[in-house]
């Protein structure tokens, strides 16, 4: 069976460390402001650009940029750019729907990945597409039968793309549903006039509704509030069944999470595609992957239409479904190679010696642990307070200004 690759949202520095860390094949981000997560997320500068493309070649890994809005008349200058330095910084591919970007992206041999909001559903039209990309991002609306006809056909009938190679397959496996085909949704530019084909969402759909007909002023009964407001993607428990339709790429959403999330959820699903892989998949570890994946922000969990629903599962409300939460304690302040001990100024919330940690910088990444032992002024302590500066072993390197949390059980429900 091929290698699997996994790809990794990437909205910011630490995110970038994480996914790395965390054993991605891929990332892919936004740059300037034409790409889907214009508001949602950190998108790069054409300067920062080039060191995110440098560091995907440093840990051996693709990068792609999201190019993937409508363009306009007066966008052909930036995009064009954008394409330009991604060529000559070595980015690996640009994701696109805009017939424009595909275009100019052909002309100068730049490879793109045909972007989901394409709504490519079926073999004829990856056909098409396979003149322009080497990867086709195929809609969130197939089941597991459509994708495996489409990834047959492809290998059947050899369908290569402009690389020479035969066409990949890429699905996304976790995050964010929308409501709208393959989001191409134009709720907030009908009701803000903020398009969210121009990266401009408001989430018009994860707000409550009411049905009410002007007439009579009967208001009709839902038994969901939040009827437009589907429970994130999480394709892990049926992911062995989705590796067998074919398909090469696994594209995780998230662009607009924390550091922490990306270093989670890309850390199981490498460890679950490695398990289909290596034939040591079972329900056992599925029940262990889910209850780190609930850990992290999540609106709740569905197979979305992979399994043959009509419609997805409903959030219910627009909160944070997570079972944990992070909390700030500190700043890095040193680290001490030899001895492999990172000091740390609390400054906001206390720590107690067992509680679980997340240190996350621009270089580092996330690294996570457990604080086994902990020093203040060199004496053994049980609990660090605010002022105090103490000291733990970490396993791996830390940058002074690095960020340290504490990963507490949450409570309640943080819409």
């Known amino acids: ?95 696109v729907q805009d017939m424009a970007a595909i275009q100019y992206a052909r002309e100068i041999n730049m490879p793109i990945q045909a972007s989901t909001q394409l709504s490519i559903s079926n073999f004829e039209t990856v056909k098409f597409y396979a003149q322009f990309a080497d990867t086709i991002v195929l809609a969130r609306e197939l089941d597991l039968s459509m994708m495996k006809r489409i990834c047959d056909g492809i290998e059947k009938e050899q369908i290569r793309g402009p690389s020479g190679e035969l066409v990949r397959v890429e699905v996304f496996v976790h995050g964010a549903l929308c409501i709208a085909q393959s989001g191409r949704c134009h709720m907030s530019l009908l009701q803000n006039n903020t398009s969210a084909q121009r990266g401009a969402c408001l989430q018009e759909c994860r707000r409550k509704y009411r049905i009410i007909d002007d007439e009579t002023g009967k208001e009709m009964t839902v038994d969901n509030e939040y009827v437009m407001s589907p429970k994130d ?69 569905t197979d979305g239409y992979y399994l043959g629903r009509k419609l997805p599962e409903w959030s219910g409300d627009p909160g944070n479904h997570a079972t944990h939460e992070r909390i700030f304690v500190g700043n890095v302040v040193h680290y001490y190679p030899r001895v492999g001990v990172a000091e740390i100024e609390v400054q906001a919330t206390n ?41 733990i072993p970490v396993r791996r390197l830390v940058h002074r200004n690095d960020k340290m949390y504490v990963i507490r059980k949450r409570s309640t429900r943080v819409a």
């Open 233 to 301: 993607l999480c394709a892990l428990p049926f992911i062995d069944k989705l590796i067998e339709t074919g398909v090469s790429v696994l594209k995780i959403e998230g662009r607009g999470r924390s550091p922490l999330y990306v270093s989670t959820v890309v850390r199981v699903y490498r460890e679950a595609a490695d398990a289909v892989l290596d034939g040591t998949f079972s329900q056992e570890k599925v029940d262990e992957w889910m209850k780190r994946l609930e850990k992290v922000y999540n609106r709740g969990f």
């Open 1 to 95: 069976m091929k290698k699997i690759e996994i790809m990794a949202p990437v909205g910011s520095f630490e995110a970038l460390g994480a996914a790395i860390e965390a054993g991605c094949n891929s990332v892919y981000f936004g740059v300037q402001q034409l790409n889907m997560r214009t508001r949602a997320a950190h998108n790069f500068t054409l300067e920062e650009l080039v060191e995110v493309a440098q560091r995907c070649k440093d840990a051996g890994i693709r990068s792609y940029i999201t190019l993937n809005v409508l363009l306009y008349e007066h966008d052909m200058s930036m995009m064009r750019q954008i394409i330009d330095t991604a060529k000559k910084a070595g980015i690996s591919a640009i994701i």
């Open 351 to 391: 720590l107690e010696k067992g509680e679980e940690y997340a240190i996350m910088g621009k270089i580092t990444g996330v690294l996570e642990d457990t604080v086994n032992e902990m020093k203040v002024e060199d004496a053994p302590v049980e609990k660090a307070k605010q002022g105090d500066v103490l000291t």
